[in-house]
């Protein structure tokens, strides 16, 4: 029987991160994965391989849109997808073998199987037991499913399926306007599918800033993909080659149906926490199927703690990795902490979408007085350049005090700028300390300067 300080079960960003914090703050760290390679969902079905496929439809993209404008003649390329696909394995192997080289150059052990708790303070991973004086649950999430629609992976697809198509679908129906559904149907729209998207709500991506909402559908409609808004699917039949979407529009309670080569299902995430012993454990659960944790991630099970995507909080790789820090930092005796209020958000279509902090539309709620600063990418000449003029920055500040209490990016490099307004946040910056700092020109991220401006005696390039 081995024995641990900490053995965390699941390798994504939330336990593998936690794990290397661990092991540099002397913890003996085990780590219990039982997929093939480390890195979870993120690395090897989510956010890693989606950005490879998004950064080879995007260069078609460019290659039909913009090419000719700049002088750049020739015949656009065409798409070989066997090989698409292997480019997008190939960056997945990179980054799965990198934690395994992360984890060795830490002296993080991999105990390879899938782990159950017997009880606080051992996981049983098939017949071995291994003694832990800690236990960090970090068992991330799967697709969830939807009622009348049946998932084969091959013809109606979740997002791990859509990273690996038999083929590039004519035609492509996606179950929700979230972020998978955008970000995966940006690249077959890029692809040449017609892609068709069915969302219940009256806006895409629930609980973004109304104005970015608004200009990233009309971005995305002139980019050739077709919504369907205010509609719920009701069931999807499948036939041998294709499949009929059965939706009701909610304004009127009328049916209709679509048919489609492929259906992507992406109507959110659940928390995964099957098989690991808990409710024998007794491990209280929040009303949402998710582990319940108190301010230091620990569970009702004292010894058991939790992060990322199986407890409360947005489902984000990096919301767990911080998760991950700082529980760490807590089994080592320290005061791990993480700022809820300061988490960004990014889509990453084009242009990329970006958000951190307060929604005007929940200042509102709050009815707390502020000002907003806009600046269009229209006025910053780096952005006019590489034909990347759409969208826009949105700094909102506290009226009286001028502290920035969030922003919101469409436009180019949106997932970067979006940091500079992070660690302003951070440091209780207002948006005249951003726009007393100097920023190179020519950059993407005048425009962020000149947002902050906006709130103060007005942007120079409007
Ligand atoms: P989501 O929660 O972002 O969006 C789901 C959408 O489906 C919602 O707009 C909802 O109204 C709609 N919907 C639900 N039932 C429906 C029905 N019957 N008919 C039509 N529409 C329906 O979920 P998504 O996109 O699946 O993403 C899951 C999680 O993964 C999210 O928490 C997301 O943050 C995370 N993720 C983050 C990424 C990033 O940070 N770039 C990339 C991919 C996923």
Redesign the pocket.
Known sequence: MASYDVIIIGAGPGGYVCAIRCAQLGLKTAVVEGRATLGGTCLNV??IP?KALLHASHMLHEAEHNFAAMGLKGKSPSVDWKQMLAYKDDVIGQNTKGIEFLFKKNKVDWIKGWGSIPEAGRVKVGEDIHEAKKIVIASGSV?AS?PGVEVDEKIVVT?TGALELGKIPKSLVV???????L?MGSVYARLGAEVTV????DA???GMDGEVQKTFQRTLKKQGLNFIMG???QSVETLKTKAKVN?KLRKDDSTHQLDADTVLL????KPYTDGLGLAELGVEMTKRGQIATDDHWQTSVKGIYAIGDAIEG???AHKAEDEGMAVAEVLAGKHGHVNYGVIP????THPEVANVGATEESLKEQGRAYKVGKFSFMGNGRAKAVFAGDGFVKILADKETDRILGAHIIGPAAGDLIHEICVAMEFGASAQDLAMTCHAHPTYSEAVREAALACGDGAIHA
């Open positions: 989510g956010c989606s697709p939807l997002s179950i929700g306007a979230g972020v998978i559904g970000e069915i969302e219940y709500l895409i991506t629930p509609a719920a699917v939706y992406a109507t959110g995430r947005p489902m984000l958000g990014v889509i990453y």
